[in-house]
Nanobody, 121 residues
Framework: VQLQASGGGLVQAGGSLRLSCAAS????????MGWFRRTPGKEREFVAA????????YYADSVKGRFTISRDSAKLTMYLQMNSLKPEDTAVYYC???????????????WGQGTLVTVSS
């Protein structure tokens, strides 16, 4: 399984960004794909996850109502639409895949490289 994250950048507070995670290497039926983020000095934090087959989505309370996770099965790509961004959303964002829903990164065996999101105040 290969995961390739992209879409990070610099945005002002209140702005929007869309992250993408292109997947390859297998079919993802039964898998859950998620986004995590890490800020220096802090532990890796769960952001959102989506059931690849059914499309059910799960969010951290800190992003609920502002971020939307989705996937395009035909393109094998997952997205994270981030709106109303705050400076505290600044982090390196990682996409990951696991067989079954999990909220902790240790349960995800497959990871993409990170993409940096910087939100200026």
């Amino acid at each position: 399984v290969q995961l390739q994250a992209s879409g990070g950048g610099l945005v002002q507070a209140g702005g929007s960004l869309r992250l993408s995670c292109a997947a390859s290497g297998r079919t993802f039926s039964g898998y859950v794909m998620g986004w995590f983020r890490r800020t220096p000095g802090k532990e890796r934090e769960f952001v959102a996850a989506i059931n690849w087959s059914g499309g059910s989505a799960y969010y951290a309370d800190s992003v609920k109502g502002r971020f939307t996770i989705s996937r395009d099965s035909a393109k094998l790509t997952m997205y994270l639409q981030m709106n109303s961004l705050k400076p505290e959303d600044t982090a390196v964002y990682y996409c990951a895949a696991a067989f079954g829903l999990a909220y902790v990164g240790d349960r995800y065996p497959y990871w993409g490289q990170g993409t940096l999101v910087t939100v200026s105040s």
